[in-house]
């Protein structure tokens, strides 16, 4: 959220906006904007979702990755988490500036998350009731996800309206 909507609200008043990610899952956010020059507020829930202005289009994939390289292990969580809405919005927590394709190789269906800006990227596919994931470049994108994904589930995994919004002049954050 552009900080200065902050800057342009005096104290106490509101702002509702989408906040999103590549992944195709958003909500709307009820801020209140605070004396200090933050400001903080609900999801309000509802599976909201809005055409993405021009700036805000994710960045061209151009090349893929070579995805047969990288480390491969059994994942915890399946990609089939994807399909899920507010599951979906906790995996963008998670990656941010990740993208989704879906592809058939090797006789079955990837799920495949590209960060373009770090060039990280995980493929997670099923192969006889047993999911396994494939990861590259700098991070481990599909680790960040099932560690995130599963603080969210220990937490009982609170619905999307129990998430709270803060942003400052730093950044913002979301959490439950």
């Avoid at 480390?71 to 990609?79: D, L, P, S, T």
């Avoid at 470049?137 to 589930?153: M, N, S």
């Amino acid at each position: 959220m552009p900080t200065a909507w902050i800057e342009q609200t005096r104290p106490g008043g509101l702002i509702l906006t989408a906040i999103g990610g590549w992944l195709g899952s958003s909500e709307l956010a009820r801020l209140t904007v605070h004396d200090d020059g933050t400001a903080s507020g609900p999801l309000l829930s509802g599976q909201v979702n809005f055409m993405f202005a021009r700036p805000h289009l994710p960045p061209p994939l151009g090349l893929l990755p070579d995805l047969n390289q990288g480390k491969e292990r059994q994942a915890v969580i399946g990609a089939d988490a994807l399909t899920d809405w507010t599951t979906r919005f906790v995996v963008q927590l998670a990656a941010p500036n990740a993208q989704r394709l879906t592809m058939e190789r090797d006789g079955h269906t990837e799920d495949v998350l590209i960060d373009v800006d770090s060039g990280s990227w995980a493929a997670v596919y099923e192969d006889h009731g047993r999911w396994t994931v494939r990861q590259g470049g700098p991070e481990a994108l599909w680790d960040t996800v099932e560690e995130h994904l599963g603080r969210w589930q220990a937490a009982g995994a609170p619905p999307l309206e129990g998430f709270k919004v803060c942003v400052t002049p730093n950044g913002q954050t979301i959490g439950w």
